[in-house]
Each structure stands twice: as structure tokens, then as C-alpha cells.
């Protein structure tokens, strides 16, 4: 199979070049994401994501750690945005994402930020990995525009913390070809708390049915590797602040079973995780049967779980080497 990624299929038409030039507008008055902060990002005023027009690109590198179908062989060519629209006090990714003055400095061009994906497509990647966009949802695309005119032609991950906005969502319909979404917390409260945000059951819900609705519950395959569908992330925190139930219960009865969720054992107390003593520890093997068993009960068996021992694994350090931030 020789996949077309949709974004190509949106260039002749002029789509492509139309929905960047409606999404960057939309900085004037900023709703990227459902915090509406409405603030005149183009002329310098910051949000509750402490970012401007231009895209802060903290790190980029070819990435084997993401689910194996796609990681595949040669990696996932991820590009890590710096700062973050939530604030969550585990974030194991804090050196970059609550680190605005720094990060201030990675700044890019739109013309620079395609230039990498070129060049993460040169080195043999199987996709173009989106990390943390959302805030930079609305100036993404002038990339992805730039990149498809000068040759990318790779499916584009559109990998987000799932507090996205719908309508920013849909100017990303057919140009995104797979969503990878976390679904940190079925309860709002535990949300505010741990992520300093409101209304995130509420409004993650309504991103990923809008997610569903663009590439619904297959995932299609070019080999090994997937080019296009949606995987829900789910991370198991400890003393069950996800309320991994009403995430599943959710998947499950009003979007469907046959979603491909990837179960991740994974946390690890860092960042202000010290201050809460809830959260201040990894989970136990209690906690991570149980939430395998509500799997098995909303009858979700497809996906993938992760071991145990994961922990460890998967902490990345961004302060010592930008290039390679998880010892590929
Ligand atoms: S993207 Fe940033 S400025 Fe825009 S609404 Fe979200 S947090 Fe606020």
C-alpha cells in the first residue's frame, strides 16, 4: 500500500493554504483550546500558555518509544512544542512545558518548523509526531502547508494532552490523519487539582468525539505501521486521581469499543508531585490490575498495555541533551 496523507489531497484545492490562513487569525483573539483566554497573540500578549504566533519547537528527533506501530523501525519523527495550555504538577515533560523564559528562546519560523519536518522525513521517519500542539494548534498548519508544497508527504500524529478545541479540531480535518490523544481524568475535579484546569472531562470528551468523527474506530496499516486512526492514551495515576472508569466507560458506550486504547502504567512522581501526597508515588500493581480489568468489563480489547516495570523506562530528560531526550 502506498498511503496519501490527507493533507496532500487538501493542496490543490487551496484548502490547505485557506484553513492556515483561518486558524492563524484566530491568534488575534485566542481560542486555541477551551481555556479562551481571548488575547491578541499576534502583538504580544500571552495567555494562560505563556506563547505567542510562533511556534517553540523545544526538541525534535526521531522517537522509538511511542507505541510500537508507531515507532516502527526507523521511529516516530516527533516534534516537541514547548510550554503547555495545561499546568499539571506531575508533568513528566516540565522542563520544557512550565518553562516559559526559557523556552522563549526556541522559537521558530513557520519556515523553520517545515524545514524540520523535511529533514525529520529525510532521516527515514514514519510520520511526523506532533507533541503537545495544541497551543500552537493555530499556527501549525502554516507549517504543514509549507512542509506538503516543499515535498513532506508523511501522515502527520496529532499527539495532544486531549484539551483541545473543537473548532480549531475541525480546520485540522482531513489534514491530520492520526489522533493520539491522552485521556488524563474522568473526573474534573481531580482535573483542576492535578492539571490546574477547568472542565476537563467535559470538554476532552467533546475533542475526542470530534476526533472520532474525522477517522473513527480503525486503524489502517502500511506494513507494520499505522498511517491513519485514533489511539486514546490513557495513564494510570495513582490512588485512581484519572478515574480511569467513567474514561473508559465513555470510550466505550458513546464512541465505540473497537477504539485502540493504550494503557500506560508509567507514572512517575516528578516535577511538584512532591507537595500532594496522593500522587506522590507510582502506581501499585492493585492499581494497574484494576484498571485492566475495566478494560475487560467496557469490553475494550483492543490497544495495548504497558508492563509494570515502565516507570523508569520512559523519563525523559530534556535539560542534558535536547537531541535525544529519552536515550533512544
Ligand atoms: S492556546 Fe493558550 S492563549 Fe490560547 S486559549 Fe489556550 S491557553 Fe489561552
Known sequence: MNFIPSYLKQLDNQQLFKRA???????????????????????GDYGICTS????????YTPHFG???????TKGAGN???????????????????????????????????????IELQNKGCHNIGLVSPTHF???ILKSIYLAAQKGLNLPIIYNTNGYDSVDM??????????????FKYGNSEYAKKYSLVDNYFEKTKEAIKEMYRQVGDELIYD??????????????????????ENVFKFIAEELSPKIHISLMSQYYPTN????????????????????????????????????????ENYLPNFNEDRTNPFKN
Not at 505567542?52 to 526538541?59: A, E, K, N, R, T
Open 21 to 43: 490562513e483561518e486558524a492563524y487569525d484566530n491568534l488575534i483573539s485566542c481560542t486555541s483550546c477551551p481555556r479562551d483566554c481571548n488575547v491578541d497573540r499576534i502583538n
Open 52 to 59: 505567542g504566533h510562533l511556534p517553540i519547537v523545544s526538541s
Open 66 to 72: 511511542e507505541e510500537p506501530v508507531l515507532s516502527g
Open 79 to 117: 516534534i516537541f512544542f514547548g510550554n503547555c495550555n495545561l499546568k499539571c504538577i506531575y508533568c513528566q515533560n516540565f522542563e520544557i512545558s512550565q518553562n516559559p523564559i526559557l523556552e522563549k528562546r526556541k522559537e521558530v519560523t513557520h519556515e523553520r518548523l517545515a524545514e524540520i519536518m
Open 137 to 139: 494548534s493555530a499556527t
Open 169 to 182: 479540531l475541525k480546520l485540522y480535518d482531513g489534514v491530520v490523519d492520526i489522533y493520539l490523544p491522552d
Open 223 to 244: 506494513g507494520d505501521v499505522v498511517v491513519r486512526g485514533l489511539i486514546i492514551r490513557h495513564l494510570i495515576l495513582p490512588n485512581d486521581l484519572s478515574d480511569t
Open 272 to 311: 511538584k508531585s512532591y507537595k500532594d501526597i496522593l500522587i506522590d508515588r507510582t502506581i501499585r500493581n492493585s492499581e494497574y490490575e484494576k484498571a485492566i480489568q475495566l478494560l475487560e468489563k467496557y469490553g475494550l480489547h483492543n490497544g495495548w498495555i504497558q508492563e509494570m516495570d515502565s516507570a
